[in-house]
């Protein structure tokens, strides 16, 4: 989770001459870090994820874990794992990254739907149970 600091670092590394990464145009605007900080608590579900470069987790950072802890404290019911995706230094998804990206977003959509859907309709012959 970025701070205010990393973000202008961020946006003026992006201006620099020669460098092909655009800055957001609210780049330096609030982050999820500080969104945390106004929110209240919340019965709803949510998921965590983060994009980050190749390496160790402990040189690139992990922010999902983070963000994780952050929404349970919040009230929030996790409906998946925390997940990292890779970028490129050109900040694009890794080629296989969107394969793994969308098939973590068909998971996560999944278990919501087969927790809000009553217990007796998932199972066979309920319509029947039903009628």
Known sequence: MSRPGTRKGAVEAAGRPGNQLKAEP????????????TVGHYSAKAAAFDTKLHGLAALTGRASKSVARLLRAHGFELVGEPESFLVTTQNQLDAQETSRAREWGSRLAGSITLSQSPETSARPGAEELTS
């Open 26 to 37: 609210d780049a330096l605007g609030p982050g999820l870090r500080e969104w945390f900080g």
